[in-house]
């Protein structure tokens, strides 16, 4: 009676459990559910989805190293297996052995695995961690994790405005977050700071938007575009110089085309297009045999000029084994070693295995290759080519 009064008529299935002294699979599926209702943070729409995979899904029934058992819903994977042993123990994860087998956090488990866990306190939750777990404790932990983690880069990001708007004796309230939040096209306040701590926003603008006694202006926001559309203009508009087109020295306005982005030191040709000019492109562009065997009439040959240094955009793609500090490493090489710029930059790992991408302003080929064959010798990359 106690146990119905407490838990509701379901609690009669206890009394058919075998071992009175252990968690009936009844109290384990309540303790699960009950999880779900002390999280603060999970909206209705979340609940009802969670709660339903707890209902429904059929369980797996799985070993820690000591032999305990754990039930788990079908279709739980290595990551699920962890943060049911304890939140932080899925927090650090950074992989599993099943049945002594070194797996990937995604491995989906079976009935009767042995499962032990692997983790390093250098690991944090990553986003794409919730595309490969399937029970609601660990969703809603990585999705609280990231969370925190943004917070945490979002006050860096706020301190860092502060003393931006600082300098312009603008106070940093209500009025003038709403103009910067229009101005960014950003949703709310902690993602505006976010995106400014992650360096995604340029604060040098906000000059142009201070108005009469430390305020914010939406509508000087006009002048800024133009300015920054002619700057862009001005960024990537080639002097004639650079370029030396057809059999003489006659100076021709040319562009670099974008499919292949050449730099100084590319086999390049001219290719004389009806609307747009001349534009540049590598010899070994995709495009490049299209243009010789459809438009031969129109190709121009073209050769760089040594005497002038300039920096052009490439791109160079990485592939490799996922390692601590790797990101810092590849960083470090081509901002202080070889002190290039970089334009973008971005790395995504998926089950230890990384894919890499950067763009950056290098003066020539052999200033990219000297880069190249330097990030070769990174621990960890095992494949880099230009991509343009």
Known sequence: MDEIAEKGFAAHWKYKEDDVKKPSSYDQWLNRVRELLDNKDLNALDFVDDFKLSLYNDEIFVFTPKGELKTLPQGSTALDFA????????????????????????????????????TSEKQAPKEDWLNFVLTSKAKQRIKQSLKDVKKKIAIEGKEILERRLAKFKAPIDDENIKVLLKYYDVADPTELYFQIAKGRIDLKKIKELVDKGGRLKYSSVTGVIKKSFESLIDKFKTKKEELILGDNTNEFEYKLSPCCNPIPGDDVFGFLTINDGIKIHRVNCPNAEQLRANYAYRIIKAKWKSQKIREFLATVRFEGLDDIGLVHNVTTIISQDLNVNMKSISFESNDGIFEGKITLYVTDTKHLNELITKLKDVKGIKKIERTQ
Do not use: M, W
């Not at 899925?90 to 695995?113: F, M, R, W």
């Open 83 to 118: 943060f049911d042993i304890h939140t932080r123990i899925g927090e650090t994860c950074i992989g599993a052995k099943i049945n002594h087998k070194l797996v990937p956090l995604s491995y989906e488990l079976q009935s009767g695995d042995q499962v032990e866990i692997i």
